[in-house]
């Protein structure tokens, strides 16, 4: 069965520093893979997504994302954070193909970023 | 374009009571489903319905029913409600049954139970 681990519950940077949040994911086939951002008292949004095509996905507001298979790892990162970036990140795993489920997203736990001006 | 709406935003709930959250998608998604999202704990999937007249269970079953009559509308039950089931619920839908189409949420419903 698929997971997700997001290492970091919060996560705090300075103004322009570098984001780096971190997503580990399992899966027994090839996943697809999203970044999905929530701000307060909002629903989420997809911020960027992998399927299977270019391993490195840009998204929106900058962010972008890397799949390396042999790390099972999906790291969002920034280059430079914005006041605006402070938010909770999620990152998910699709079901997809694995049989059962299909079409349903796992999400991991969230990170909270923080960004100090 | 209205995208997914949930009603009602903020419920108060005692606990035994029942209580229907609404759930309407305008952009004629075929797959719709309600999650509840808690501290610490991320979202967790209750069910999902991949078409109107098929509904299925996610993780997180257990005290909830949904139906799906119509494309537009998928609600989800409470039926006895418990303190455990306070929570913030999300509806999200996507147009594609597979998984590589973009999930558009509601703006959640927040529940208290007594």
């Known amino acids: 069965a698929q997971s997700v681990t997001q290492l970091g519950s919060h996560v705090s940077v300075s103004e322009g520093a570098l984001v780096l949040l971190r997503c580990n994911y399992s899966?027994?086939?090839?996943?697809?893979l999203f970044w999905y951002v929530q701000y307060p008292n909002q629903g989420l949004q997809l911020l960027l997504k992998y399927t299977s095509a270019a391993t490195l996905v840009k998204g929106i507001n900058g962010f972008e994302a890397e799949f390396k298979k042999s790390e099972t790892s999906f790291h969002l990162t920034k280059p430079s954070a914005h006041m605006s970036d402070a938010a909770e990140y999620f990152c998910a795993v699709s079901t997809y193909g694995a049989g059962g489920s299909q079409g349903n997203l796992i999400f991991g736990k969230g990170t909270k970023l923080s960004v100090k001006p | 374009n209205a995208g997914v709406t949930q009603t009602p935003k903020f419920q108060v709930l005692k606990t035994g009571q029942s209580m229907t959250l609404q759930c309407a998608q305008d952009m004629n998604h075929e797959y719709m489903s309600w999650y509840r999202q808690d501290p610490g704990m991320g979202l967790r999937l209750i069910h999902y319905s991949v078409g109107a007249g098929i509904t299925d269970q996610g993780e997180v079953p257990n005290g909830y029913n949904v139906s799906r009559s119509t494309t537009e509308d998928f609600p989800l039950r409470l039926l006895s409600a418990a303190p455990s089931q306070t929570s913030v619920y999300f509806c999200a839908s996507s147009q594609n049954r597979g998984s590589t189409g973009e999930l558009f949420f509601g703006e959640g419903s927040r529940l208290t139970v007594l």
């Open positions: 899966s027994s086939v090839p996943p697809y």
